[in-house]
């Protein structure tokens, strides 16, 4: 019986470790903060709404890398569109977005170009067309065929008139605080129709290629997806006792947590019901 309970208590030991690990996988480590609890005020109604088969306003005009205004409906017509809703300055998960989706990309048997493009947009009005290229020069090159990238993965800016309404069109909510000159948002990617229609949500830092390549073949149909479940991972977090800003992660802990738990009292329920079966059974345990 000693054995049996030193044996639970390893596999309580084993669990927190994995949470621990799945916690720093998802960005909580040094410098950063779990706020399990409850969400700061900031990052209150922070979300992406899914507004499946919402049809994205293509006459909106935004500056390309070259600092040239271009109109969002000149990427849309022939091949699906992974929209990208960050801004370049973000110090927290706006990268991880881009290199989570580049990763899905170079693992993906779709080729950027021939079968979709990219569209990421900045969602700060202050960012310039020279920041864009030098983000856009940052990631094509990682790409395993840059020429590709540089032809079909678009990095745009825009003012508040045209970002707001495809802000709110995909259901990608923010906000800016001007006290720390920061955006509280949370992270994801669309994969759009050609016909500029929203198709599929992709939420997190980290898309399995096999559901990016599974939601752009069913664009390129002109299909609609299913509703997925939001596992929101929330940037901006300021620690006035550290004067650092963090990653906010709620729902993904939760997510862990309760999975934990139903493992371990599931575990517990089975081996109390052995014991009483061996003891009514008069053998050892």
Same mark, same amino acid.
């Given at each position: 019986?000693?054995?049996?309970?030193?044996?639970?208590?390893?596999?309580?030991?084993?669990?927190a470790? !994995? @949470?621990?690990?799945?916690?720093?996988?998802?960005g909580?480590?040094?410098?950063?903060s779990?706020?399990?609890?409850?969400?700061?005020?900031?990052?209150?109604?922070?979300?992406?709404?899914?507004?499946?088969?919402a049809?994205?306003?293509?006459e909106l005009?935004?500056?390309?890398?070259t600092g040239?205004?271009?109109?969002?409906?000149?990427?849309?017509?022939?091949?699906p569109?992974? $929209?990208?809703?960050?801004?370049?300055?973000?110090?927290? $998960?706006?990268?991880?977005?881009?290199?989570? &989706?580049?990763?899905?990309?170079?693992?993906?048997?779709?080729?950027?170009? %021939?079968?979709?493009?990219?569209?990421?947009?900045?969602? !700060?009005?202050q960012?310039?067309?020279?920041?864009? @290229?030098? =983000? =856009?020069?940052?990631?094509?090159? =990682?790409?395993?065929?840059?020429?590709?990238? =540089?032809?079909?993965?678009h990095?745009?800016t825009?003012?508040?008139?045209q970002?707001?309404?495809?802000?709110?069109t995909?259901?990608?909510?923010?906000?800016?605080?001007? @006290?720390?000159?920061?955006?509280?948002?949370a992270?994801?990617?669309?994969?759009?129709?050609?016909?500029?229609?929203?198709?599929?949500?992709?939420y997190?830092?980290?898309?399995?290629?096999?559901?990016?390549?599974?939601?752009?073949?069913?664009?390129?149909?002109?299909?609609?997806?299913?509703?997925?479940?939001?596992?929101l991972?929330f940037?901006?977090?300021y620690?006035?006792? %550290?004067?650092?800003?963090? &990653?906010?992660?709620?729902?993904?802990?939760?997510?862990?947590?309760? @999975?934990?738990?139903?493992?371990?009292?599931a575990?517990v329920?089975?081996?109390?019901?052995?014991? %009483?079966?061996?003891?009514?059974?008069?053998?050892?345990?």
């Amino acid at each position: 019986m000693r054995s049996k309970r030193s044996w639970i208590a390893a596999l309580i030991i084993t669990a927190a470790f !994995s @949470a621990t690990a799945e916690a720093q996988r998802y960005g909580v480590g040094e410098g950063y903060s779990i706020q399990p609890a409850g969400l700061p005020p900031v990052i209150q109604g922070i979300k992406i709404d899914q507004n499946l088969n919402a049809q994205v306003p293509l006459e909106l005009t935004f500056k390309d890398d070259t600092g040239k205004t271009v109109r969002l409906g000149q990427y849309f017509g022939q091949k699906p569109v992974v $929209l990208a809703l960050v801004y370049y300055d973000c110090p927290g $998960l706006c990268d991880l977005v881009l290199m989570g &989706l580049e990763e899905a990309m170079q693992k993906s048997t779709l080729t950027l170009g %021939k079968d979709f493009q990219v569209v990421t947009v900045s969602f !700060s009005p202050q960012e310039t067309w020279q920041l864009a @290229a030098a =983000k =856009k020069a940052n990631y094509i090159e =990682k790409l395993k065929n840059p020429q590709e990238g =540089k032809q079909d993965w678009h990095f745009l800016t825009g003012q508040d008139d045209q970002i707001v309404p495809l802000a709110k069109t995909v259901g990608f909510h923010y906000r800016y605080d001007p @006290a720390t000159k920061l955006y509280a948002h949370a992270s994801g990617i669309m994969v759009l129709t050609p016909e500029g229609k929203v198709s599929r949500y992709l939420y997190g830092i980290q898309y399995n290629p096999r559901d990016l390549r599974l939601g752009l073949v069913e664009a390129a149909g002109e299909k609609i997806g299913s509703p997925v479940d939001e596992v929101l991972l929330f940037c901006y977090h300021y620690d006035p006792t %550290k004067g650092k800003y963090g &990653l906010v992660i709620s729902n993904v802990l939760r997510v862990f947590g309760s @999975a934990t738990l139903f493992a371990l009292v599931a575990f517990v329920f089975i081996m109390v019901r052995r014991d %009483k079966r061996h003891a009514n059974s008069g053998r050892p345990a």
